[in-house]
């Protein structure tokens, strides 16, 4: 997701409900903002919106997120890791 884009296209407070912390309870709308300032403070420009992405990435054969406007790099999924 687009730091930028969420923080332009989107009010605060009434939609910054969407965010949730690494243990799945949901952020509140100052701290989601708090974390975007901060992401785009770091230099980041995207973020993902899956937990299980990141750098590392949880993925096998995923290189890594790419926070500064990559993003996901995508990685193969074999017939074995879909059964």
């Not at 687009?2 to 952020?27: A, C, H, W």
């Not at 590392?56 to 890594?64: D, M």
């Amino acid at each position: 997701m687009s730091i930028e884009g969420f923080l332009s296209n989107n009010r605060y407070p009434e939609d910054f409900g969407v965010f949730q912390r690494d243990n799945g309870t949901e952020m509140s709308p100052d701290e989601a903002l708090t974390y975007l300032v901060t992401e785009k403070a770091k230099g980041n420009t995207v973020i993902p919106c899956s937990a299980e992405c990141g750098n590392p990435c949880k993925q096998a054969g995923c290189k890594g997120f790419d926070f500064t406007g990559g993003g996901c790099p995508g990685y193969e999924i074999t017939d074995e890791a879909e059964a």
